[in-house]
């Protein structure tokens, strides 16, 4: 009797897929690039530091495999195959990307100038919902104080903000082989 508490009585229903594993592979791949190009086209920005697909990645399997661990409508090979098939479309991605430049560009994001001369371009800006305290607060991050001391910033792929400083009046320009010794 104790022992019929803590074992299931149909190790079948844990072990042999309780749905075809081609539908698995289909709504998977279906839900995983709905969700990259959907939020590929919609917000540019991602999180610092973070890709899109790492995020998606993370984020999918979070949910497929709690319903496999949890039993709830699936058995654990239905939730171990969309995890499958979810890292396989995000490595695939991650692949062409990097062997095919011009599937990158539709992939990744280009970087997005957001101020040129010391001036912020407000388009370009409003298109990623970037307020000046936004921008004001990466640029802080990195040493300006000023939009003015900026030659040009840019919004990366990775969601941050990098700023080619103007130079200086009255400073040497420094070239790249003025190394310190």
């Known amino acids: 009797m104790l022992l019929s508490f803590w074992l299931?009585?149909?190790?079948?229903?844990?072990?042999?897929?309780?749905?075809?594993?081609?539908?698995?592979?289909?709504r998977g791949s279906v839900i995983y690039l709905v969700l990259f190009f959907g939020l590929r086209f919609l917000l540019k920005r991602e999180a610092a530091g973070i890709r899109l697909t790492?995020?998606?990645?993370?984020?999918?399997?979070?949910?497929?495999?709690?319903n496999g661990m949890a039993g709830e409508y699936t058995a654990v090979p239905d939730a171990l195959v969309l995890a499958a098939t979810i890292v396989g479309w995000s490595m695939l991605l991650s692949f062409?990307?990097?062997?095919?430049?011009?599937?990158?560009?539709?992939?990744?994001?280009?970087?997005?100038?957001?101020?040129k001369d010391g001036r912020l371009l407000p388009k370009n800006a409003a298109s990623e919902l970037l307020t000046r305290d936004?921008?004001?607060g990466q640029l802080r991050a990195q040493g300006v104080e000023r939009i003015e001391d900026v030659k040009e910033a840019y919004m990366e792929s990775n969601g941050i903000i990098t700023a080619i400083p103007r130079e200086k009046q009255g400073?040497?320009?420094q070239q790249p082989n003025d190394a310190v010794r």
Do not use: C, H, N
């Open 54 to 66: 790492d995020l998606l990645v993370v984020v999918l399997i979070a949910d497929a495999v709690q």
């Open 134 to 136: 936004e921008i004001m």
């Open 8 to 26: 299931p009585a149909d190790w079948g229903a844990i072990f042999l897929p309780s749905t075809p594993i081609l539908e698995i592979v289909v």
């Open 171 to 173: 400073e040497p320009k």
């Open 96 to 115: 062409v990307s990097y062997r095919f430049p011009r599937v990158r560009r539709v992939i990744e994001p280009q970087p997005l100038l957001l101020i």
